[in-house]
T-cell receptor, first 111, second 111 residues
Framework: QKEVEQDPGPLSVPEGAIVSLNCTYS??????FMWYRQYSRKGPELLMY????GNKEDGRFTAQVDKSSKYISLFIRDSQPSDSATYLC???????????FGKGTLLTVNP | NAGVTQTPKFQVLKTGQSMTLQCAQD?????MYWYRQDPGMGLRLIYY???????DKGEVPNGYNVSRLNKREFSLRLESAAPSQTSVYFC??????????FGPGTRLTVT
């Protein structure tokens, strides 16, 4: 079982939709949970991070972590065509000092 | 403030040729990383440097060498390129475990 599993999609939604992106993980030592956004032919950029369990909100974006289920989510409200990108989850913690990335989910928001 | 810069942006090599990918950051970060990104494989860590003067292997170090020239610069060398090293290479730097800043990437093709 891979440490981090992420559905690669692709996911296509109409403008204004609520988008839900998810990752599951197996390493219970992970403590920091990140979401990166990667536009086509660009480097990833950090969108949000959460420490331990709980929710974090930043504008139209909400990150949720459920450590009991080993499940993290990113919600995008009122999605825009400019949100079209690949979204990568990443995690770190325990004896692992480096980020473990999911493979990314390709999202397209259609106008 | 340029962030993380990488050179070259594109490169085509023949099997057996060598080359060095350059990376520099102007954010005074201690940690720097080299990743490769392949379709269906996600981001995989090649080498990292937690601080000036130290380097460590990541998940996929075979066929690569690195040099942390100073705090700003971290180079990746392919001594004898192979078609399996065709990929997009990203350099990143980090002020904290949960926060990495990525460069624009180098697209390498080995024929």
């Amino acid at each position: 079982q891979k440490e981090v599993e992420q559905d690669p999609g692709p996911l296509s939604v109409p403008e204004g939709a609520i988008v839900s992106l998810n990752c599951t993980y197996s390493n219970s030592a992970f403590q920091y949970f990140m979401w990166y956004r990667q536009y086509s032919r660009k480097g990833p950029e950090l969108l949000m991070y959460t420490y331990s369990s709980g929710n974090k909100e930043d504008g139209r974006f909400t990150a949720q972590v459920d450590k009991s289920s080993k499940y993290i989510s990113l919600f995008i409200r009122d999605s825009q065509p400019s949100d079209s990108a690949t979204y990568l989850c990443a995690m770190i913690g325990g004896s692992n000092y480096n980020l473990t990335f999911g493979k990314g989910t390709l999202l397209t928001v259609n106008p | 403030n340029a962030g993380v810069t990488q050179t070259p942006k594109f490169q085509v090599l023949k099997t057996g040729q060598s080359m060095t990918l350059q990376c520099a950051q102007d954010m005074n970060h201690n940690s720097m990383y080299w990743y490769r990104q392949d379709p269906g494989m996600g981001l995989r860590l090649i080498y990292y440097s937690a601080s000036e003067g130290t380097t460590d292997k990541g998940e996929v170090p075979n066929g690569y060498n690195v040099s942390r020239l100073n705090k700003r610069e971290f180079s990746l060398r392919l001594e004898s390129a192979a078609p399996s090293q065709t990929s997009v290479y990203f350099c990143a730097s980090s002020p904290a475990v949960y926060e990495q800043y990525f460069g624009p990437g180098t697209r390498l093709t080995v024929t």
